[in-house]
């Protein structure tokens, strides 16, 4: 029977981007058919050794090319990168599955269902691409969406307090804008597109909360201190960024406490 900790280890370390796509589905396919074993048969590789396809080429946020939703060179850039960022997250949701072990079979079918989201995100916005004549690894994508993979390798809480319910969180703040801003442009496909993703986030987000809220009992803390006193620690670059989507946040398992208290801390 195949092992969701093999699927994993290619996953991170030895896949082209069709291979990535592919096998992500295979092993959702075989999940989901109960053919697919959760047995911890692998040891886990550091951080370090997690590869990305030679292309895209990954440039610090500052080298970016400009992205200005008037023009299709914008447009371009900016499907371009937001495929980096769904790309990118079927990384994160992998090395959630193949970092932290021990976890019961329901936090590794959870993860799994996340990453192969995270590829039909990607594939969506891939074909979304095309129509500009470009395609994902033809421009440069931003180097920094896996620095905070790297900060919060060492520790499960760490990751889910400042992946889902921090990183992939902003995403829910800024994406109704952007429907909205595409509405304007008329461009239903976008729309479309970005409405489809949004939804499967808030439920990305509200897993993170779920088994950051189950760990917290388990060892017990305080969900909201511990949620606090981790992004004090870790989260760089001082103030978080605001514009809060409260709505969306409560539905993804924030509480009113946890969102003022990130009202205070942002700016
Ligand atoms: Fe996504």
Redesign the pocket.
């Known amino acids: 029977m195949s092992n969701i900790f093999k699927f994993a280890q290619i996953a991170l370390h030895e896949s082209s981007c069709n291979d990535l796509l592919d096998l992500t589905h295979e092993a959702q396919r075989l999940a989901l058919k109960g053919e697919l074993n959760f047995e911890s048969i692998i040891s886990v590789q550091s951080i370090e050794k997690v590869k990305f396809p030679e292309h895209p080429l990954l440039l610090p946020p500052r080298e970016m090319p400009k992205r200005k939703l008037g023009t299709p060179t914008g447009l371009a850039a900016f499907f371009h990168a937001i495929a980096h ?2 790309f990118v ?1 079927i990384y994160l949701a992998w090395d959630i599955v193949y970092r932290f072990r021990g976890l019961p079979e329901e936090f590794y079918r959870d993860w799994l269902r996340v990453a192969d ?2 590829a039909q ?2 594939e969506l916005l891939r074909v979304k691409l095309q129509t500009f004549g470009v395609d994902y690894g033809d421009l440069p994508a931003h180097s920094g969406l896996w620095d905070l993979a790297q900060d919060t390798a060492h520790d499960i809480l760490v990751r889910l307090a400042l992946v889902p319910r921090c990183m ?1 969180a902003h ?1 829910l703040d800024v994406t109704p804008p952007l429907i909205e801003k595409f509405k304007q442009l008329g461009d239903d496909n976008a729309v479309d597109i970005l409405s489809r ?1 949004l939804t ?2 808030v439920g ?1 987000v509200a897993l993170g909360s779920k088994w950051f809220k189950f760990l917290c009992d388990q060892q017990n803390f305080d969900v909201e201190n511990q949620y606090q006193s981790l992004l004090l620690k870790y989260y760089k670059g001082g103030m978080l960024k605001g514009g809060f989507n409260r709505e969306l946040r409560l539905s993804a398992g924030f509480s009113e406490t946890e969102l003022d208290w990130l009202v205070a801390h942002s700016h």
């Open positions: 960022v769904e997250a989201e995270e995100h990607f992939e995403g993703i499967d986030e990305h």
